[in-house]
């Protein structure tokens, strides 16, 4: 086992009227913290759906651990083949390399506080999928960036037959 101790020199404090907002609804994600401003220990992000809106669709990372806190209302989240449902106060953590995917549960809004861990530069990935939605990229496009923000989409008869 390997401890990974993160260097940096500052509390991490972000306020929530300033905090940049990548999309918005039914699928908004507020960018709270990112690995460089947390020496590697983690990114994380708040992501707020409404009305059973899709949060990401099955992937996973090969480096990090990814947790989901639901703050409100409720959500469901695949790990491995298996689909969670969460409400207030739930927390799922997925390993690395386990197959997830998250969204609002049909019928209600979710509000989930996610974090990676180790970190990942993870906000240009949400800022490219802002681009997405406007039609300035390519739903493709994602492809190519998969590597780089270790974000690996693969298929999951169990999260389609559920979505």
Do not use: C
Not at 47 to 55: E, F, K, N, S, V
Not at 78 to 86: D, K, M, N, Q, Y
Not at 144 to 156: A, I, M, P
């Amino acid at each position: 086992m390997s401890l990974f101790v993160p260097v940096f020199d500052d509390s991490v404090v972000v306020r929530d009227a300033d905090a940049e907002v990548a999309g918005g609804a039914p699928t908004a994600i507020k960018l709270l913290a990112d690995s460089s401003a947390t020496g590697g220990a983690l990114s994380t992000v708040r992501a707020i759906l409404t009305d059973g809106a899709d949060g990401a669709r099955p992937h996973l990372h090969q480096g990090s651990a990814e947790m989901f806190y639901v703050l409100g209302g409720a959500a469901e989240v695949l790990s491995g083949e298996e689909i969670v449902t969460a409400g207030p106060g739930d927390l799922v953590v997925v390993p690395p390399r386990m197959p997830h995917a998250f969204a609002a549960v049909p019928g209600s809004d979710a509000d989930i506080l996610i974090v990676i861990t180790p970190g990942v530069e993870r906000f240009e990935y949400f800022r490219h999928l802002q681009r997405i939605r406007l039609g300035e990229a390519t739903p493709e496009s994602l492809l190519e960036v998969q590597e780089l923000y270790d974000n690996h989409f693969l298929e999951s008869p169990a999260w389609q037959v559920r979505r």
